[in-house]
């Protein structure tokens, strides 16, 4: 007997209302032909901060000469991943505070995984930029790496604080060859183990890339 396997979309919807970066391009579109219009089809085009929405990073968008988003590799945007909820904490998130959020041997689960997906409940899902959000301090990034972490997801809009100029932990994360997504929507998601899927678009020398992502029971 054959089980279904449940999905979630953890990507947000992307139109003119969903929020950008305070200063980034934000998303429009506008119709090229139409049907109505007496042409054979509808076309769109669309204008677009590479960060709109669910995106991958590249390297590439903190330090010049690093990969772009072409170079992403694959392999570390599917495969078994690691939803924690660290909604309640506040600042920077340690070492202890994610162990303690995580039931079981951190090392152990987050090798196992190689996949982590932060839910700290500040979302763009909902409509609006968030003030602020928790971030992984550098010293746990660091540690998360020496675990064996490929891929560090958030629902936020970023990896590093909101005001943060040097971007430690986007910097931490690209040295040690990990990738990572941003501005999920993990609303719906029970912390947990699940499979990824997040492809990135192949847009040539990018800093980021837009994402479909889902997760798939296991
Ligand atoms: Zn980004």
Redesign the pocket.
Known sequence: MTRELRLYDISVTVNRDTPEWPGDTAFSSDWSTTIAAGDSVNVSAMTSSA?VGT?A?APL?VHDGWPGSHELPLDAFCGRAMVVDVSDSDGEISLDVLAGRVPGDLQERVGRAQRLLLKTGHSIAVGRFPEKWPTLSEKCARALLGFGVRLLGVDC??VDARDSRNLPVHHMLFSGNAC?L?NLDLRRVPPGDYELLAFPLKLMGMD?APVRAVLRDI
């Open positions: 960060h995106h990073d968008h809009p970023s990572l941003e980021a």
